[in-house]
């Protein structure tokens, strides 16, 4: 008979130093996640403390509220616009930085600069560009009409094209930063006898990022992807604070039409159960889609 080994003394402190994360993640994330999933079946709102089971009623409902379904679009719309860009740019500086040919004098100062808009409290920014884009006495509206390039004062947060333009602004210059520093690490990590192999072989540097190291870096960009999508759809403070979704819903996003749900009116808590859980699942299909496709590339290029 084999005597099951049980665990020494000490070995129980490993447990005991990852005991309050698990703790914690069961009493702030996963009973409010399961709370608010239980919550979605039901038609509890305002302060009322009885409420019935409707079963999927409200996942069929909610997909014709029109400002749930514009929250959508507005998200995915301020998204594209912010991380297209974000990731070219941040692409681009930590190729920069990371190349052993580029000798760029400071070059730590400006990473702290490209880094800096990303430790500033989104109240700052949002104060900030409500400031610099006011009508009639704003910052830009003044220069511009010194210039001569308007006649008049422009209303910039009247305007749908506009608002979205500046808050996609915002988080891809909060942003962009934060990435260059993931990517460059990532670029830091790849053995640079990859590099003078390559240079023997006549590749000049296109060929070297392209063919080394947009390949090597796949995990690193496969995690930029994923938390840049799930913060992505999660964006809440900026638009909230620069004009609280307006004008006309332009850029209420998901959690905005969540939040106004719960603390505005008449305190939907179905509702907002419903476009969480809904928003929830929608993050976690585009993770699996993003890890199934570069799995895929990389047991294809095995």
Do not use: C
């Not at 400071?106 to 949002?126: C, D, E, H, Q, R």
């Not at 870096?217 to 992807?225: A, M, T």
């Amino acid at each position: 008979m084999v005597k099951k080994r049980g665990l020494k003394k000490n070995e129980w402190y490993g447990y005991l130093f990852i005991a309050p994360f698990f703790i914690a993640y069961l009493i702030f994330h996963l009973t409010p996640i399961l709370n608010t999933i239980l919550l979605s079946f039901t038609d509890l709102w305002g302060f009322n403390t009885e409420y019935e089971f409707v079963g999927f009623r409200n996942y069929i409902d909610i997909l014709q509220n029109e400002l749930f379904l514009k929250s959508i679009v507005n998200t995915l719309i301020v998204w594209g616009m912010n991380y297209l860009p974000q990731i070219g740019l941040a692409l681009f500086l930590a190729a920069v930085f990371a190349s052993n040919s580029s000798n760029i004098r400071g070059g730590g100062i400006f990473k702290v600069l490209f880094y800096m808009p990303n430790i500033i409290t989104a109240a700052s920014i949002a104060i900030l560009f409500i400031s610099l884009f006011a009508s009639p006495n704003g910052s830009i509206n003044l220069l511009l009409v010194d210039l001569g390039i308007i006649d008049k004062p422009f209303d910039f947060y009247r305007n749908v094209t506009v608002t979205r333009i500046i808050v996609a602004f915002i988080g891809f210059w909060m942003w962009y930063g934060k990435t260059m520093i993931i990517l460059l690490a990532g670029m830091k990590g790849i053995n640079p006898s990859l590099y003078e192999a390559a240079e023997i072989d006549g590749a000049n540097s296109i060929k070297k990022f392209t063919k080394i190291t947009l390949p090597l870096l796949k995990p690193i960009l496969l995690f930029v992807f994923v938390t840049n999508f799930a913060g992505g759809m999660r964006m809440f403070d900026i638009p909230f604070l620069l004009t609280d979704g307006g004008p006309n819903y332009a850029v209420e996003t998901i959690t905005m039409f969540i939040y106004k749900q719960v603390f505005t009116g008449s305190q939907n808590y179905y509702i907002a159960s419903t476009a969480s859980v809904y928003l929830l699942i929608f993050i976690s299909l585009v993770t699996l889609i993003l890890f199934r496709a570069f799995n895929d590339k990389e047991e294809g290029e095995g």
